[in-house]
């Protein structure tokens, strides 16, 4: 410690504190979260109430009510699962609304090994961070979601079959693709701090261009839930641009760090 690096120990207590004060925020946001579950699984059924209508040549975008069960109501088929649910759905709201504070504290673990000129980027990790998620998550929540239930759920059904689904299987179904879409859409944080720390360069990242379309095809074949082509260039299409967008930012960094050690 002399000096002024961190053993192991410091860092494992530190790492202990950091996850402490993460939990307790999200116990307190869960604690509010809570209170408006029903309100917050009433939400949940937007895409399963509506469905996305779009025109090119027309230009427009809209949502049209579209009642993919067919007016039958989603079913518990235990008695505690639609307590469940509702916990469920609040922890995982609780989670959302927390994800400043734990990005804040992420930041504050990783901060002792950044330069002084570094840590004034606080803010902009915490925001850009949050704010990625949030729109990985609304972007499959909105768009993703309304296309693959219309797809599923009517998917040579004829005249013998009807969907009727549990809450816990929907809710399941739902947060897995919500939460996924929106660690997906941390790629260029996870690209930065990979070049922060020497892993990658810009130069390797440029090479690799190649490999990483395939593999936000592969990543899109995994994450939809439907096995047609336009959802998964849903998904392949962000990835694409979120690691252009990761490798320039990558550039300025790693230009900083160097300018920094000049």
């Known amino acids: 410690m002399a000096d002024g690096k961190m053993s192991l120990t410091a860092h494992l207590e530190d790492l202990r504190k950091r996850i402490i004060i993460s939990l307790s925020f999200v116990l307190v946001a869960f604690v509010i979260t809570f209170n408006y579950s029903e309100e917050i699984l009433s ?20 949502f049209v009510p579209v009642d993919k069960l067919h007016a039958t109501k989603l079913v518990f088929l235990a008695p505690t699962e639609a307590f469940w ?12 609304a927390a994800l400043p504070a734990i990005f804040h504290q992420l930041w504050r673990f990783i901060s002792p090994g950044l330069h002084e000129k570094e840590k004034k980027y606080v803010l902009p990790f915490v925001f850009s961070a949050t704010g990625l998620f949030l729109i990985g998550a609304s972007f499959c929540f909105i768009i993703v979601l309304p296309f693959a239930l219309g797809f599923l759920l009517n998917y040579k059904i004829g005249d013998f079959l009807m969907p009727m689904l549990s809450v816990g299987q929907y809710v399941d179904f739902c947060l897995k693709f919500v939460l996924a879409f929106g660690a997906i859409f941390e790629l260029p944080i996870v690209l930065i701090f990979l070049t922060k720390i020497g892993i990658v360069t810009p130069e390797a990242l440029k090479r690799n261009r190649r490999m ?4 936000a095809f592969v990543a899109g074949a995994l994450l939809t839930p439907t096995p047609d082509a336009f959802n998964q260039t849903l998904m392949a299409v962000p990835i694409i641009l979120l690691y252009e967008v990761g490798i320039q930012l990558s550039v300025f960094f790693a230009r900083e760090k160097t300018d920094g050690n000049g």
């Open 212 to 215: 990483a379309i395939v593999l």
């Open 43 to 62: 939400l949940l059924l937007f895409p399963l109430r509506n469905s996305l209508d779009f025109s090119i040549t027309k230009m427009y975008v809209r």
């Open 85 to 96: 649910m509702n916990m469920k759905v609040s922890l995982v709201a609780a989670l959302i």
